[in-house]
């Protein structure tokens, strides 16, 4: 079984794509750049715990794609409200992951949510992000507390105490915790997501890890 997992420069998703590759998973890697709205050191971050995590399936090659997602946070501002802009972040992730799993091959998506821990990881709004997915979406952190998961970072190699600039830029003061689906899909109506996914899949850079060393980096 392969599995697009979703990765950033945080804790949990590596986790989660570690838990995953234990159970005998091929996974790929997918990261979304949000360019001026990330902290400086969120894609670097994102490319090292990429390459731990090579470490994990010695011998065999471990991919990881990047995909621009600035524009879908320059399309929010001044367009939607605030409060909605994680829900959507976190839709326009899975609609992106899916729109890549056929022609990569594989069957599933995979995120490092976990219940409760920030606003858009409510049931409600669990849900309501779970809908833009056309594919499963497997959650292996969901009922882990952020103790186990730095445990388990430690564990495997991927926590860094010191990560640096790795703040979104992006995320509202006070964000929606149970978001309305119609509200949503009024709110990526008006910024035009489906075409935002488009363009954004059309733009892919790649690198390669294997045994724990950056083998190689492309555009697709």
Known sequence: MKAVSLISGGIDS???SWLM??????VLHLHMEA?????????DAAVENHRRLSEWCRGFPLELLLVRSEPLYDAMEGSIPPRLRCVICKRFMLMTACRLLA?????VVVTGENL?????QTLSNLTVISDAATAPVIRPLITYDKDEIVTLARRIGT???RPGDLCCRAVPRMPATSALPAEIATAENAIGVGSLVHE??????????????????TGL
Do not use: H, Y
Request: positive net charge.
């Open 14 to 16: 590596p986790v989660a």
């Open 35 to 43: 360019g001026r709205w990330a902290g400086c050191g969120v894609s």
């Open 21 to 26: 590759m234990k159970r005998g998973c091929e």
């Open 159 to 161: 926590f860094n105490a």
């Open 200 to 217: 954004a899949v059309k733009e892919i850079r790649s690198v390669s890890a294997m045994n724990g060393v950056i083998t190689g980096s």
């Open 103 to 107: 022609q990569q091959d594989a069957l």
């Open 116 to 120: 409760g821990q920030v606003a858009s």
